[in-house]
């Protein structure tokens, strides 16, 4: 492949604050030109200020030997929720991909502009950054972090024809969407946590249970696909309860389950969940009465002292499965050096978010372009089918040779499949321990 000139620009990692709901300054008619790269002065906007804590890695000149596979700039930029109910894990998601990138200049690639935005938990926010990161012209859009964000900005982006890739969508709804090729994402779709979580329920030995979910794609596709398993397992399902995400009693719910004599309770909630417990336990069905079952959702986003701040075991013994913040099959030395780079940041889906980084960037290279349409096509056969390697600069290295290359990343062997996602999945199964710290029991890989 040849090799293309140098050129140096600036690499900012600061977050920009995406107005909330007053998009009028937007041209919602603009998309970004597909060859469109950033020129060699270009610096941050001028509106970025980057955090005290973060700094960009050091635009130090590439080294002689190396160059770059594509023309120009490659322009990337993100749409995480740095506002909003997600806002609690954004280190866990910003800090791999500043990680990603420091690493990958490390190697020699300076030809790389981020620009940071705002997805908060909100489709307005998230529209306006859209719209922002269209205007730049960027040629890739990491993110959004929610199912229900992303999909209230999913057609706007890949419209454009900008390819997209989510650290932690996980809603199946992703699969089958009509995306043109341009939606990508480094997590494992729900339909296969929910059989990993149902075969947890079943292999406790439970024969009916509950399952409530919050009222979004991401709590239906998880419940369905926990319903249709649990039933293939043999295990009824008397009661199949969608709740108001938005709510804030769940006295109704409760007492529906309380009435059902159920077994066991799978929950699938965000930050509402710890509302719901408190309904559950004054039902008389709370986990110390009826085993409780919940997912990444409650995980990320629920404390044990937010249901009861005087008793930290109000938890103790429930269950649980989320998408593996280790994978035993995940590159090696991926956690050490985040610790490294970011100590004391939360690893809920660091190691795909590192990933969709690095694979994104990869595209780029083996597409030899810039072109958003060239990087799309490119995507899915970097992280299968060739050689495999597990850092950008191994994976460089090979492109530069003409390799063919197979990314195995942090979050393991990616192996997309023609949808742009994982063919497989690995979940953590975890146990809540009597000071309401979830530890680890098992880790599950499916297929």
């Known amino acids: 492949m040849k090799k293309l000139p140098v050129l140096a ?25 597909a060859t469109t790269a950033a020129p060699a002065t270009t610096a941050a906007p001028a509106t970025t200020a980057a955090p005290a ?7 130090t000149a590439a080294p002689e030997a190396w160059a770059p596979l594509y023309d120009g700039t490659l322009k990337i930029g993100y749409v995480l929720p740095s506002t909003g109910g997600l806002s609690v894990i954004i280190d866990a998601l910003v800090r791999p991909i500043e990680m990603a990138f420091a690493e990958i200049e490390a190697a020699g690639n300076t030809f790389i502009e981020v620009i940071p935005t ?6 307005a926010i998230a529209t306006a950054s859209v719209e922002q990161l269209i205007n730049d012209e960027v ?28 650290p932690s969508n996980t809603g199946a709804v992703f699969t089958t969407y009509d995306d043109g090729g341009y939606y990508f994402r480094t997590a494992p779709p729900d339909n296969l946590q929910g059989q990993v979580h149902a075969d947890l329920i079943t292999d406790d ?20 696909a926990v319903k249709d398993q649990l039933e293939s397992n043999g295990v009824a399902v008397p ?15 409760a007492a529906q389950i309380a009435a059902a004599g159920v077994d066991a309770i799978s929950l699938i909630p965000f930050a509402e969940g710890a509302a719901f417990v408190q309904a559950l336990i004054e ?8 085993q409780l079952y919940v997912a990444d959702g409650f995980k990320d986003n629920v404390k044990a002292e937010a249901i009861d701040p005087n008793n930290l075991g109000v938890i103790e013994g429930v269950r649980a499965t989320a998408p593996s913040v280790a994978p035993p099959d995940g590159e090696a030395t991926f956690g050490e050096r985040l610790g490294a780079f970011a100590p004391d940041v939360p690893t809920i889906f660091s190691a795909h978010s590192f990933d969709c980084a690095t694979v994104m960037v990869l595209a780029a290279e083996a597409a030899g372009s810039t072109n958003s349409v060239d990087i799309a096509a490119a995507v899915n056969d970097v992280t299968r089918g060739g050689e495999k390697c597990t850092s950008y600069a191994a994976c460089h290295a090979l492109l530069q040779q003409g390799v063919d290359i197979d990314y195995d990343g942090a979050a393991g062997p990616l192996d997309f499949v023609d949808a742009g996602e994982p063919g497989a999945g690995a979940y953590d199964v975890f146990t809540y321990d009597a000071d309401g710290v979830p530890q680890v029991d098992d880790t599950v890989s499916i297929p």
């Open 205 to 224: 030995g439970w024969s009916s249970v509950a399952i409530a979910f919050r009222s979004d794609e991401y709590g239906r596709g998880l419940a369905n």
């Open 283 to 290: 039902a008389g069905v709370g986990p110390a009465d009826v």
């Open 53 to 59: 804590t973060t700094a960009a890695p050091a635009t």
């Open 118 to 123: 705002d997805s908060g938990t909100d489709a």
């Open 239 to 253: 009661e199949f309860i969608e709740f108001d995400k938005d709510g804030t009693s769940f006295d109704a719910e």
């Open 9 to 33: 620009v600036l690499l900012a990692f600061a977050l920009i604050a995406a107005a909330c709901g007053d998009d009028s300054g937007d041209d919602t008619t603009t998309a970004a030109p």
């Open 139 to 166: 040629d890739i859009i990491l993110g959004p972090a929610g199912t229900g964000v992303a999909l209230s900005v999913i057609d706007r982006i890949t419209g454009s024809q900008i390819p997209m890739c989510s």
